[in-house]
Antibody
Framework: QVQLQESGPGLVKPSQTLSLTCTVS??????????WSWIRQHPGKGLEWIGY???????YYNPSLKSRVTISVDTSKNQFSLKLSSVTAADTAVYYC?????????????????????WGQGTLVTVSS | SYELTQPPSVSVSPGQTARITCSAD??????AYWYQQKPGQAPVLVIY???ERPSGIPERFSGSSSGTTVTLTISGVQAEDEADYYC???????????FGGGTKLTVL
């Protein structure tokens, strides 16, 4: 079955860019049919959706983070990545990647996100000098 | 911004029924999904499309929808069900994903 694994630095300095990669195994990102998403969870808090990407490169971001977020995909490596710029201590969180089931709407031509399954194990990123 | 509202906590004794609600204006038009998260673990999908149960999820987990509220019901709660539960949906446009604040289920 599909499995996801996050990787990247666990410590990032304030004002720098946080970079994480999610490697997908057991399935191909380029086969389509799913979005690929990043979600984060501040310590002791709830889940916050960051954004998602389709294998074609189409993206959609949380409006509250949009100005600082870039999600990209590398189908040759079966990976997708997150970059979050100008980080502060408020960006300290566990970052998860997940596959998103989607539904195609014929009239709008848009693929709507549905549920997230499976999730990666998550990786803690601490922003500190 | 669009929000899903969940109670912060629910407590039940073993064998009883736990009901966790999630409310928002767009829920009549958007599906809701439920996740279980145990300490130190990633969330796991337990209900999709309001009331569908993924394979491998015990039958005691069920979901329902009524108007602007969706409900996760756990019948015959077991100690292993103690966890945080999150609802998830989308805003009225359908493109922006949102999670509820989470409900901590305590099994007394």
């Amino acid at each position: 079955q599909v499995q996801l694994q996050e990787s990247g630095p666990g410590l990032v300095k304030p004002s720098q860019t946080l970079s994480l990669t999610c490697t997908v195994s057991g399935g191909s990102i380029s086969s389509g049919g799913y979005y690929w998403s990043w979600i984060r969870q501040h310590p002791g808090k709830g889940l916050e959706w960051i954004g998602y990407i389709y294998y074609s490169g189409s993206t959609y971001y949380n409006p509250s983070l949009k100005s600082r977020v870039t999600i990209s995909v590398d189908t040759s490596k079966n990976q997708f990545s997150l970059k979050l710029s100008s980080v502060t201590a408020a960006d300290t969180a566990v970052y998860y990647c997940a596959r998103v089931f989607l539904m195609y709407d014929f009239w709008s031509g848009y693929y709507y996100p549905n549920w997230f399954d499976p999730w990666g194990q998550g990786t803690l990123v601490t922003v500190s000098s | 911004s669009y929000e899903l509202t969940q109670p912060p906590s629910v407590s039940v004794s073993p064998g009883q029924t736990a009901r966790i609600t999630c409310s928002a204006d767009a829920l009549p038009k958007q599906y809701a999904y439920w996740y279980q998260q145990k300490p130190g673990q990633a969330p796991v999908l337990v209900i999709y499309k309001d009331s569908e149960r993924p394979s491998g999820i015990p039958e005691r987990f069920s979901g329902s929808s009524s108007g602007t509220t969706v409900t996760l019901t756990i019948s015959g709660v077991q100690a292993e069900d103690e966890a945080d539960y999150y609802c998830q949906s989308a805003d009225s446009s359908g493109t922006s994903v949102v999670f509820g604040g989470g409900t901590k289920l305590t099994v007394l």
